[in-house]
């Protein structure tokens, strides 16, 4: 099976910009969630999908958004890009897990933006 | 926000000897899972202990879990230079939303 897969791995931007990041899920699954990882904050639930549904979300500005289609691949958007949103970004599927609590996470290797 | 905080930040030790992990939590939890990172790269799993359990073995980890203490170790047997990386408890549940992460151990194993 194919892992969890990113594109694109690196990404450089500059303020202001907007930022469009794909994420294709192990097939099957049909949870997305996204991570943000930098050395200040650490890892940082950003939001899941499933289903096209959003289902929960962090505690991130509104310039932070997602949508996931009918493949399950997902992609996450940042606009107005600032210097604060140089991280790794990770995208995870899984299945779903019914009542809330979150199975076994298959992590991609990320896409590192960096802004400049 | 960080929930788990693991102990200690960093260790370094020699090729075979056992490396212990620790991770202490805020709220209450579903489950608690250990995820390794290697350099900045994606995460992979390592094991899951659900609320109920108290301890569980995967290979050479071997997880334990005392809600009352709201804390977890993770223990590696018979080290290898290959487990040198990042390691990360990660909880569910509590009235959090997706995976709330500690900061992290960095693990160095010494040839």
């Keep these: 099976k194919a892992g969890v897969t990113q594109t694109p791995r690196y990404l450089i931007k500059t303020r202001g910009q907007q930022v469009t990041l794909s994420c294709s899920p192990i097939s099957g699954h049909r949870s997305v969630s996204w991570y943000q990882q930098t050395p200040g904050q650490g890892l940082q639930f950003l939001f899941e999908y499933f289903s096209e549904t959003q289902r929960n979300k962090g505690n991130f500005p509104g310039r932070f958004s997602g949508r996931q289609f009918s493949n399950s691949r997902s992609e996450m958007n940042v606009s107005t890009l600032e210097l604060g949103d140089s991280a790794l970004y990770l995208c995870a599927s899984s299945l779903w897990l019914a009542g809330g609590s979150y199975n076994e996470q298959f992590f991609g290797p990320g896409t590192r933006l960096t802004v400049l | 926000s960080q929930q788990g905080e693991e102990d200690p930040q960093a260790l370094s030790i ?6 212990t992990m620790n991770c202490s939590y805020k709220t209450s939890i579903n489950n608690l899972q250990w995820y390794r ?26 997880v334990t879990l005392d809600t009352s203490k709201k804390s977890s170790s993770l223990l590696i047997t018979a080290s290898r230079a290959a487990d040198t990386a990042s390691y990360f408890c990660a909880t569910t549940g509590g009235g959090a939303d997706g995976l709330t992460f500690g900061k992290g151990t960095h693990l160095i194993i010494q040839p």
């Design chain 2, 14 to 19: 020699q090729e075979g000897e056992n490396a």
């Design chain 2, 37 to 62: 990172q290697n350099s900045g790269r994606g995460l992979v799993h390592l094991i899951l202990i659900r609320s109920n359990e108290r301890e569980k073995h995967s290979g050479r980890l071997r």
